[in-house]
């Protein structure tokens, strides 16, 4: 919904991330959410080097001006916007944003092994932190409830959310690689990939 590179994972090298975003069934005015946010870029490029060491498909994305170093803050959208809205973090929080690439539209079955292993690296290298972590991910479930909607009906729309909630109660990971990974496909989802990488 936001930056994203065809084949590879990003991190944003920015200072500052800022953005506006609103929701679908929800138009500014009322829904107007914008945020402002200090970006890592330390830590952004610390596990860029060392996800990359390991064979990960990321790379890193500065907006107007070298590593760390503009002027000016990297242009966030909706998806970034809104779960930072409600987080609302202080001053002190020091934020890293990943970007899922774009062939999560097309290729998000093939790319569960893919998304596992990059979620197993970050939590290793998460793990090794002294800080306490927060691991966000944008999630969107299924588009697809109404025929009158942007993206039409699909019958794969309640039980793929069912399915992904079970996952979240159970933790069972059947539900989430199995049962939603066959539905997926006809639901739109975009918060699935990241919910693999968990």
Not at 105 to 130: F, K, N
Not at 168 to 180: S, T
């Amino acid at each position: 919904h936001g930056m994203a590179d065809l084949k590879n994972f990003m991190f944003f090298l920015n200072q500052e991330g800022q953005g506006t975003g609103d929701t679908d069934n929800c138009a500014c005015p009322p829904c107007c959410y914008k945020i402002t946010v200090k970006l890592d870029y330390n830590v952004s490029v610390s596990m860029l080097k060392s996800l990359q060491s390991r064979g990960a498909n990321v790379s890193g994305l500065t907006a107007y001006g070298p590593v760390g170093n503009s002027d000016e803050p990297f242009p966030l959208r909706w998806g970034e916007v809104i779960p930072l809205h409600f987080i609302s973090p202080s001053e002190s929080t020091r934020v890293v944003i990943l970007s899922v690439p774009s062939r999560r539209y097309t290729e998000d079955v093939a790319m569960i092994p893919e998304m596992m292993q990059l979620g197993h690296a970050m939590w290793s290298i998460i793990d090794e932190m002294d800080e306490k972590v927060v691991f966000v991910v944008s999630g969107d479930l299924c588009h697809r409830f109404d025929s009158n909607g942007p993206f039409g009906y699909s019958n794969a729309s309640e039980p793929f959310d069912e399915a992904c909630g079970k996952w979240v109660i159970e933790q069972n990971g059947d539900y989430l690689l199995e049962d939603a990974a066959g539905l997926v496909d006809k639901c739109y989802s975009c918060g699935y990939t990241g919910f693999v990488m968990l």
